[in-house]
């Protein structure tokens, strides 16, 4: 382990995660008097975890600022929240996380994070979401900077590999080469199992091996499973996950932001069998873009192509890989190994069902479809314009939703309902008690920056007492 001087009697508060939740946690329990331990996986180089990735963070506010162009109180968000998770999540936990969210614009500020100001885009979150100016690497770049300026100390490539938690009080880490922790209290903010394929399989069976993990693949869920193994009470959903519709053509772990194509609610989607399955203009792209993962996930051989004209390709971020591009139907089906006849067919009967309708990204427009099955609800326009373009599809993992369950307090809690005395968690381990289904952009940092300042501060408390 690269780290010489910290002497494991010198800690009050170990955090297990590198992430924006530990970052949170670690900051928040060092500012309140506590000598902080964070331990990483990963090198320092590739530190950060999944939140290294992410560019926004969704939080409640009462009106329109540099950064952001409108209000959204909490109403609003806990309405958009209970309809994305179809009303399954911790109501209690829920409302405490956007409440708590409030101050986060300036409580980041003050550890180094930078706000952009809103810019034009698919996802249309310049009015409920901050844009971090240089990203989730800038944002992590600046949590690590303050910690590390406030004391805490950092171990990376230190993998934890088992827990001892006896009674509900946390005694021991222990990593490799026999190496053992010990604090007065912990912080568990080490992710979900998005990375690990085999614990994907017990879900989702040999389609998991075609699943593509966009974050790091650190993300093991070990940490996950020991607290389970150590009688932590299991929330969320197993097989519940953010999942996108991801360029086939992505890298297995880490591709990050750019291989994800927002292009399904601007043409059709068809499976290897060329067949729709699900409506493509359901909801705006921010409420719906992380199912489709999961949709694809569920079609044969987990792939999937989106299908364009030339009309729909200035509608939506490319991803870092260019479209197959055809002059026809027919062509674009053969240089996607598709059938040309059926896929023709498919784009005809679309077309043939398109009303007329003011094409409007910006709202839940009138252009829709009649009398086909699945419906395309809004933005369908008839795919007729040369030249055409293919997208193959991959589920792109983001993170899961089994978690361990935690009181308000951050404290993880036991089978017996009974909350652990100095074992807090924070971030994707815990998500699942919000999140089980669905997804709102950028709520996963805010879930983490949340349950990561209030686990911090008990941790802090705790170990002071
Ligand atoms: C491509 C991509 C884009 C995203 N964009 C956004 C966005 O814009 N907004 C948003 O809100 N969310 C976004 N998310 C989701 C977001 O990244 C997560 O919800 C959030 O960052 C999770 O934070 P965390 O601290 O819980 O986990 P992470 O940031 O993943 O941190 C967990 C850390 O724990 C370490 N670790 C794991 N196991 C161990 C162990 N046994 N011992 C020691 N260390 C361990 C890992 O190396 C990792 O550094 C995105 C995710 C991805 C993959």
């Not at 950060?48 to 939080?59: A, C, K, L, V």
């Not at 109501?91 to 980041?108: K, N, P």
């Not at 910690?147 to 100390?153: E, T």
Request: net charge neutral; glycine share 10%; charged share 25%.
């Amino acid at each position: 382990m690269p780290m010489d001087s910290l002497e494991a009697s010198a800690v009050d508060v170990l955090v297990i995660g590198g992430g924006n939740a530990g970052l949170c946690a670690a900051i928040t329990a060092r500012r309140a008097g506590a000598r902080v331990l964070l331990l990483e996986s990963a090198t320092k180089h590739l530190r950060g975890g999944n939140s290294r990735h992410t560019r926004d963070i969704r939080y409640m506010h009462r009106g329109a600022t540099e950064y952001v162009t409108g209000s959204y109180p909490e109403a609003e968000f806990w309405e958009d929240l209970r309809q994305v998770t179809g009303g399954d999540t911790n109501e209690r936990l829920a409302l405490q996380v956007i409440r708590s969210s409030e101050d986060l614009a300036s409580w980041m500020q003050t550890q180094g994070v930078r706000w952009q100001k809103p810019l034009r885009g698919t996802l249309h979150l310049a009015r409920t979401n901050l844009f971090m100016l240089g990203g989730g690497k800038a944002m992590v770049n600046a949590y690590y900077e303050t910690a590390l300026a406030l004391g805490v100390k950092v171990a990376y490539q230190c993998e934890v590999r088992e827990l001892d938690i006896r009674d509900g009080r946390f005694v021991a880490a222990r990593g490799g080469a026999a190496e053992e922790f010990r604090a007065r209290a912990l912080v568990v903010a080490a992710g979900g199992f998005e990375a690990n394929i085999s614990w994907l399989k017990e879900y989702w069976g040999e389609a998991a091996e075609n699943f593509v993990i966009r974050g790091t693949p650190y993300n093991q869920g070990r940490m996950l499973k020991e607290l389970l193994r150590c009688g932590a009470k299991p929330t969320g959903n197993p097989r519940g996950c953010h999942a996108v519709a991801l360029d086939a053509r992505a890298p297995k772990f880490d591709g990050g932001i750019v291989t994800r194509l927002d292009s399904v609610p601007f043409g059709i989607v068809v499976n290897n069998k060329v067949e729709r399955f699900y409506d493509e203009g359901e909801d705006f792209w921010p409420k719906r873009y992380a199912i489709w993962g999961g949709l694809i996930a569920r079609q044969p051989d987990q792939i999937a192509y989106s299908i364009l004209d030339a009309k729909a390709l200035p509608c939506f971020m490319p991803s870092v890989f260019p479209p197959v591009e055809a002059g026809s139907i027919p062509e674009l089906a053969a240089a996607l190994a598709l059938d040309p006849e059926k896929l023709t067919a498919v784009v005809e009967r679309y077309n043939r069902a398109v009303r007329p309708g003011t094409f409007n990204p910006a709202v839940l427009d009138d252009c829709r479809t009649e009398g086909l099955e699945p419906p395309k609800s809004h933005w369908a326009r008839p795919i007729d314009t040369p030249p055409f373009y293919g997208y193959p599809l991959r589920p792109g993992i983001t993170f899961t939703y089994l978690g361990v369950a935690v009181d308000e307090r951050a404290r993880v809690i036991f089978q017996d309902e009974r909350p652990a005395q100095n074992v807090f968690a924070a971030g994707e381990v815990m998500a699942g008690n919000i999140l089980t289904q669905g997804y709102l952009a950028g709520f996963g940092l805010t879930i983490g920056a949340v349950f990561g300042r209030i686990a911090g501060q008990e941790a802090a408390r705790c170990a002071a007492s």
